[in-house]
C-alpha cells in the first residue's frame, strides 16, 4: 500500500431481494469519505458489490423459479442501478460469481489449508440461513416454537454434516495481540470493546464448508463441499485487487484496505474472522473497519414483515439523490442506530438545505446578479463583522480533516452547515443591500466574503451532496479536479477578482 492511497469497500450486498436504506445507508457512508479522500489528494479505490454464493441466495432464486445465476445477473443489475441512483462513485462493482473471484477464493483456501489451519470433521449446530452464521446455544431462545437467535432474531435451524473446519480457536491469543496492537483497527470504541470481550470469552473453531447445497464455490479436491459463504465473500476485497497476483498495480497500490465500512450486525465477520484468515495465510489485515448503527423506522429496525421499510430508489426519484444522501449523513448518528422518517426527511431538506445552505447561495449569487453584472472586486479593507465571521468560520474549519478522518461525520457536517448559518446571520446584519448608494466597497466586500464563505462550505459538502455543490462550484467557475482541501488551514479560495455565473434554485422547499 501506497503512503497516500486509500482503499475503501462498502459490504457486498446480498441480492436476495430489493435494496433497502440500510443498503444505501452504508454504500453512501463509504462514499462520502471515498469523495472526501479523493479531494485530499489521496488516490483512491472504492469497491462495491454483490455477494451471490450460498443457501440464502439459491433459496432467493428458488423462490424465483430461476437458476441461481440468472436470478444473480437479474438481481446484481437492482444493485448496480442503485449505486447510480445514489451517485456512487465506486471504482468497481464486484460479483461473487466472476471468475476472478473465485480464483482469489481458491487461492486463499489452499494457502489455509498449507499453513495447517483447516482440517476436516463434522459440524453438528445452528444456523441461520438469513445470516449465513453459526450460533452457539448460548445465543439461542425459543419463541413462539419457533428457536431464534439473540443476535439477529432469525430463525435458526439444526445442521449436522461433515464439514471443514477453520482453527479459530488458536488466533484467540493472536487476535488480542492485533486488537491491541492496532488500536484503532475497530471503531468506534464500544465495538472495539465488544469484539474483544467475545474473542476473550472463547473462540470456537468455525465451519467453513458445506454439503447439504451446491450454490458455491467448491473445495479443490472435495467436491461434496462447497466453501462457506462468509470466507468466500470477505475475499471479494483481495479479489477487486487480483490477488492472488500479488506483483499486480492495484494489489501493490492498495492492499491492505485502509477502510472497511458496514453494519453492525456483521461485524464479528469483519473484525475477527477476517483478520483471523487473513493472518493464517499470512497476509497483511485490514487498517481499519468502522461499523455504522442500523437504520430504525420508528423504533423498530427496518424489516419486510414489519411494512416499514423506505425504498431508497423511490426516495431518490421523489426528493433528488443529494436529498437523501445529506439525510442519512446528517441524522443518522454514525455508531448508533438511528430513526428515519418521511416527516424526518422532508423538515431535514427545508432547514439545512432549502432555508440554510440553498437560501445562502440563492441570495448571494441572485444579489451579485442583479446589483453587480456578477462581477466583485474586493478591497483590502475588513471590518469587524468581517473579522469575526473569517474567525468563527476557520475555527469551525480547523478540526474538520481529522473529524472525518476519524469517522465522524455528523461533527463534520454540523461544523459546516453552522459556516453556512453564520454567514447567512452575517448578511442579515451587515444588510449589503443598504449599502450600494452609501458605500460600494463595503458592499461588494460583504458579498466577496459571503462567496468565499460558500465556496469553502460548497467544496466541503461535496462529498456529500455532489451533485448540488458541482453546481454552485460551477458558477463560481472552480474546477473540483483542480482544487484541494489546503484552504482548510484558513486560506483564501478565491482571488480578489470575482465573476460568478447565474444559478438556479438549488433546493425546492417542501410544503
Ligand atoms: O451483510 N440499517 O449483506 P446485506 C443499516 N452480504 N444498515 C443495514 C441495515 C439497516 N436496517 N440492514 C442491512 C451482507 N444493513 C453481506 C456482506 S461483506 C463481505 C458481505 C447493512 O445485504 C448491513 O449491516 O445483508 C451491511 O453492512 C449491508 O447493509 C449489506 O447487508
Redo the contacts with the bound molecule.
Keep these: 500500500m501506497k503512503q497516500d492511497n486509500f482503499y475503501i469497500?462498502?459490504?457486498?450486498?446480498?441480492?436476495?431481494g430489493q435494496p433497502?436504506?440500510?443498503?444505501a445507508?452504508?454504500s453512501i457512508i463509504a462514499d462520502v469519505f471515498a469523495r472526501f479522500k479523493r479531494q485530499d489528494n489521496y488516490k483512491v479505490f472504492f469497491l462495491t458489490g454483490?455477494?451471490e454464493h450460498g443457501l440464502k441466495i439459491q433459496k432467493s432464486a428458488e423462490k424465483a423459479k430461476l437458476n441461481p445465476i440468472d436470478y444473480c445477473d437479474q438481481i446484481s443489475k437492482v444493485f448496480i442501478n442503485l449505486t447510480k441512483k445514489l451517485n456512487l462513485s465506486n471504482d468497481d462493482f464486484i460479483r461473487t460469481t466472476e471468475k476472478r473471484h473465485n480464483k482469489s477464493v481458491i487461492d486463499l483456501w489452499n494457502r489455509l489449508i498449507k499453513s495447517g489451519d483447516i482440517y476436516l470433521s463434522k459440524y453438528k449446530g445452528w444456523y441461520s440461513v438469513s445470516?449465513?452464521a453459526y450460533y452457539n446455544e448460548d445465543e439461542i431462545i425459543e419463541k413462539d416454537g419457533k428457536k431464534i437467535s439473540t443476535f439477529s432474531g432469525s430463525t435458526v435451524e439444526w445442521v449436522e454434516e461433515e464439514s471443514f473446519f477453520f482453527k479459530l480457536s488458536a488466533w484467540q491469543n493472536k487476535l488480542l495481540e492485533f486488537y491491541k496492537k492496532n488500536e484503532k483497527f475497530i471503531v468506534p470504541y464500544s465495538k472495539r470493546n465488544e469484539v474483544i470481550n467475545f474473542v476473550k470469552g472463547g473462540l470456537k473453531d468455525l465451519s467453513v464448508s458445506r454439503t447439504s447445497f451446491s450454490w458455491g464455490i467448491r473445495v479443490p479436491d472435495n467436491n461434496k463441499h462447497v466453501i462457506y459463504v462468509?470466507l468466500d465473500?470477505?475475499t471479494?476485497?483481495l479479489s477487486a485487487l487480483n490477488f492472488p497476483n500479488i506483483k499486480d498495480k492495484l494489489y501493490e497500490n492498495f492492499w491492505p484496505a485502509s477502510l472497511?465500512?458496514?453494519?453492525?450486525?456483521?461485524l464479528r465477520?469483519?473484525a475477527i474472522y477476517w483478520p483471523a484468515f487473513l493472518l493464517a495465510a499470512k497476509i497483511e489485515p485490514p487498517q481499519r473497519i468502522f461499523s455504522?448503527?442500523?437504520?430504525?423506522s420508528g423504533d423498530e429496525?427496518?424489516?419486510k414483515s414489519k411494512g416499514n421499510i423506505l425504498n431508497p430508489i423511490e426516495i431518490v426519484d421523489t426528493y433528488g439523490a443529494d436529498q437523501l444522501r445529506y439525510y442519512l449523513m446528517k441524522e443518522v448518528s454514525h455508531g448508533s442506530?438511528g430513526s428515519i422518517s418521511l416527516k424526518n426527511l422532508e423538515n431535514c431538506i427545508n432547514s439545512d438545505l432549502a432555508n440554510n445552505y440553498g437560501n445562502l447561495c440563492q441570495r448571494v449569487f441572485s444579489f451579485i446578479k442583479n446589483n453587480c453584472n456578477n462581477k466583485i472586486v474586493k478591497t483590502e479593507e475588513t471590518s469587524n463583522a468581517d473579522k469575526k465571521l473569517i474567525d468563527e468560520s476557520n475555527l469551525l474549519m480547523k478540526n474538520l480533516r481529522n473529524e472525518m478522518n476519524n469517522q465522524n461525520l455528523n461533527n463534520y457536517i454540523k461544523s459546516i452547515i453552522n459556516i453556512s448559518f453564520l454567514t447567512n446571520k452575517y448578511i442579515n446584519d451587515e444588510e449589503p443591500w443598504k449599502l450600494k448608494k452609501i458605500n460600494i466597497n463595503k458592499m461588494n466586500n460583504i458579498l466577496h466574503l459571503s462567496l468565499e464563505q460558500i465556496a469553502r462550505i460548497s467544496l466541503l459538502l461535496n462529498p456529500i451532496i455532489p451533485e448540488t455543490s458541482n453546481k454552485v462550484l460551477l458558477a463560481l467557475n472552480i474546477k473540483l479536479s483542480q482544487t484541494n482541501l489546503s484552504f482548510l488551514d484558513g486560506s483564501e479560495i478565491l482571488g480578489k477578482k470575482v465573476e460568478i455565473k447565474n444559478l438556479d434554485i438549488l433546493f425546492k422547499k417542501i410544503n
Design positions: 469497500t462498502t459490504p457486498i450486498y446480498y441480492p436476495s433497502h436504506m440500510g443498503h445507508y452504508s454483490t455477494d445470516d449465513e462468509w465473500a470477505l471479494n476485497y472497511h465500512v458496514i453494519g453492525k450486525d456483521i465477520f469483519h455504522h448503527g442500523w437504520i430504525l429496525k427496518m424489516s442506530d
